[in-house]
């Protein structure tokens, strides 16, 4: 085996994103940051800038499928991210993609609305990633809005998370930049308990990605072998530090700066 192939390869199923900020681009730069190679398949075409989307176009099912298992059947991918779908064919297809590869880590970033709130995923798509992706996940990550649009009898955070492990996933981090807490406050679930809360310094902007990031470094170092827990960890620190460096190109939300660490300033993860 060549020295390339030893790199490993997460497969990252997103959306485009034309200001950079999110989506397949953010999947990229977070997995070479965590010492990966992302094999983006395309979801889903949008039109957005840095303030909301403006529209979005799923991608054929068949589309999507050929362009997975073209690299499935060609290099050694080693775990899957699942960010935004756009349509239940899209999300059906990608559930037999990942049926057919049990042993390998699948990190789920919910994709249900963008930052500024607009809708990505009807109840129908909803309903289709709890019943197809969520049983196939290992780490489900959604923000505090989305974990109550997918477990919507629930009434707490915590209800939130047990009913969603209750549908089959390993793991459940639940962000709270949307809570309006003094500090940012992700939690971490596992087999009916909280297994751990991290608390983060609340920066001052809003910010464009940082639920793609999150996910994308996550699936590389699962990807890697790193446990659940350190992995979690690890993921939010390089996320928080890609905030930290963020920059405002546009009009709107703030993009993180995913190569912070190439700049010279910290290494990845570094505090």
């Known amino acids: 085996m060549n020295e390339q192939a030893e790199i490993p390869i997460v497969m990252c199923f997103s959306g485009t994103d034309p200001t950079g900020g999110a989506g397949i681009q953010a999947d990229i730069e977070a997995l070479a940051s965590m010492g990966c190679q992302a094999a983006p398949v395309v979801t889903a075409v949008t039109a957005q800038d840095s303030q909301d989307v403006i529209s979005y176009s799923p991608c054929d099912l068949t589309m999507v499928t050929e362009q997975a298992r073209a690299v499935l059947e060609d290099m050694p991918v080693v775990g899957f991210k699942i960010g935004l779908l756009g349509s239940v064919e899209v999300a059906e297809a990608v559930h037999t993609i990942v049926r057919d590869y049990p042993g390998l880590p699948v990190v789920t970033d919910p994709v249900l609305t963008s930052g ?156």
Do not use: K
């Not at 809005?145 to 390993?170: F, Q, V």
């Not at 993180?256 to 910290?266: I, N, Q, T």
């Open 116 to 271: 500024a709130g607009t809708e990505l995923g009807d109840a129908e798509l909803q309903q289709a990633i709890c019943e197809l992706l969520i049983p196939q996940t290992t780490v489900l990550t959604p923000n505090s809005r989305e974990a109550r649009m997918l477990a919507h009898e629930a009434d707490t955070l915590d209800a939130c998370a047990h009913e969603l492990l209750d549908m089959g996933c390993e793991y459940v981090l639940i962000t709270g930049s949307h809570e309006h807490t003094p500090q940012v406050v992700n939690t971490l679930y596992t087999h009916q308990r909280q297994l751990d809360s991290f608390a983060w310094e609340r920066l001052p902007h809003s910010y464009h990605g940082s639920g793609c990031t999150l996910a994308a470094a996550l699936a590389g170092l699962l990807a890697q072998g790193v446990d659940p827990l350190a992995a979690a960890y690890e993921a939010q620190q390089y996320t928080w530090q890609a905030l930290r460096h963020g920059r405002r190109p546009g009009m709107g939300q703030y993009l993180p700066d995913r190569l912070f660490w190439a700049h010279g300033d910290e290494e990845p993860g570094g505090t």
